[in-house]
């Protein structure tokens, strides 16, 4: 079953969000150690009003476990979602210092993260996630989904979804 996220749903959302982005977190920490980053991100998770609150996540349910979620937003939103994580971030882990590309642009809806357990994959718990946010832009009014993506596997499925390859982001070092 798919559903909003709830607060119930932080620690599964946050391990899965960083499965999903790979070094970001840490970089996002400015630390190698696996508890800051996650807990950088709970804190975000729990809080409304930027891009990884829960009001902007949906997740897969199954046998009363989150096994997937997907984060997507209005990417034109992007600059005032992010605003408060980035100066967080600058004033707690970076001196005042961090910056990072723009992913996403007006007019799209954008999929930020989406992960699987991986004991749950392969399963089409993914592709589901995909399909109901697709559906859910398309009720609010978005006729573009934007995302980046870097995993193979990630991209393979996309692929077989229709999504067509329109541009290329570097994002931290990540493309």
Avoid: C, W
């Avoid at 119930?8 to 800051?36: C, H, Q, R």
């Avoid at 902007?56 to 408060?84: H, M």
């Avoid at 707690?92 to 994959?121: C, K, R, W």
């Amino acid at each position: 079953m798919i559903r909003k996220a709830s607060t119930a749903d932080a620690d599964e959302i946050v391990d899965l969000m960083m499965l999903a982005m790979g070094d970001l977190p840490y970089k996002f920490a400015a630390s190698a150690d696996k508890l800051i980053a996650f807990e950088l991100l709970k804190q975000f998770v729990l809080t409304d009003g930027n891009q990884y609150s829960l009001n902007n996540t949906f997740v897969y349910e199954l046998d009363e476990k989150v096994v997937g979620s997907i984060n997507a937003y209005d990417g034109g939103a992007i600059e005032q979602l992010r605003e408060p994580f980035f100066n967080y971030i600058r004033k707690t882990y970076h001196h005042g210092v961090f910056d990072m590309d723009v992913e996403s642009e007006a007019g799209e809806y954008y999929i930020d993260t989406l992960a699987v357990n991986p004991s749950y994959q392969g399963k089409g718990i993914g592709k589901d996630l995909i399909k109901y946010v697709i559906d859910h832009a398309e009720n609010i009014g978005f006729k573009k989904i934007g995302l980046l993506v870097s995993n193979p596997d990630a991209k393979r499925l996309y692929e077989k979804l229709d999504f067509k390859k329109v541009g290329s982001r570097n994002l931290l070092g990540n493309k």
